[in-house]
T-cell receptor
Framework: NAGVTQTPKFQVLKTGQSMTLQCAQD?????MYWYRQDPGMGLRLIYY???????DKGEVPNGYNVSRLNKREFSLRLESAAPSQTSVYFC???????????FGDGTRLSIL | KQEVTQIPAALSVPEGENLVLNCSFT??????LQWFRQDPGKGLTSLLLIQSSQREQTSGRLNASLDKSSGRSTLYIAASQPGDSATYLCAVSGGTTDSWGKLQFGAGTQVVVTP
């Protein structure tokens, strides 16, 4: 029962580098989400995908892009990393109706 | 814009005491409210989900209440144990079709249960 799997778990980047965070779920969920968590703050929604083939901006989308590759996979890309993007990134998925979101263990990203 | 507040930010209780965690939100037009647990260095684990039409939900030692009109939810954990030590987060889902599933989180309450 893998649930939501995120890779990598840790990453250090230099300012200006690019990278893609990967997320996959095996629960056949339609909806998938990317959040960031910063110290002293709750999680904030970056982008979400209500279903395969659709993506929409959340609260803090600037500096990020996403791809819903198929029903299982939803990736988050940083095109030109900035120190302000140092954070813990969480991917989540949700089934239909009034269902809870299921979270991965997160990717801890540091940008120097 | 929905704002979610959790007070206190941290609390410490001796083992066996009941825990009471508070969550308040500014917009009562919600789809549901969820309580999560987060252990250090880990992701979030869903504890309870209360639909907007419900007043409470229970699971084992956990009970969560919802008062939409006053914008409040309370999570009760009975007979606390050291294993209950974690950060507890509440989150609300918007009440419009395009905001279902888009969670707005509080900053969390860090709980320490001392043996």
């Amino acid at each position: 029962n893998a649930g939501v799997t995120q890779t990598p778990k840790f990453q250090v980047l230099k300012t200006g580098q690019s990278m893609t965070l990967q997320c996959a779920q095996d629960m056949n969920h339609n909806s998938m989400y990317w959040y960031r968590q910063d110290p002293g703050m709750g999680l904030r929604l970056i982008y979400y995908s209500a279903s395969e083939g659709t993506t929409d901006k959340g609260e803090v989308p600037n500096g990020y892009n996403v791809s819903r590759l198929n029903k299982r996979e939803f990736s988050l890309r940083l095109e030109s990393a900035a120190p302000s993007q140092t954070s813990v990134y969480f991917c989540a998925s949700r089934g239909q109706g009034n269902q809870p979101q299921h979270f991965g263990d997160g990717t801890r990203l540091s940008i120097l | 814009k929905q704002e979610v507040t959790q007070i206190p930010a941290a609390l410490s209780v001796p083992e066996g005491e009941n825990l009471v965690l508070n969550c308040s939100f500014t917009d009562s037009a919600i789809y549901n409210l969820q309580w999560f647990r987060q252990d250090p260095g880990k992701g979030l684990t869903s504890l309870l989900l209360i639909q907007s039409s419900q007043r409470e939900q229970t699971s084992g030692r956990l009970n969560a209440s919802l008062d939409k009109s006053s914008g409040r939810s309370t999570l009760y954990i009975a007979a606390s144990q050291p294993g209950d030590s974690a950060t507890y987060l509440c989150a609300v889902s918007g009440g419009t079709t395009d905001s279902w599933g888009k969670l707005q989180f509080g900053a969390g309450t860090q709980v320490v249960v001392t043996p």
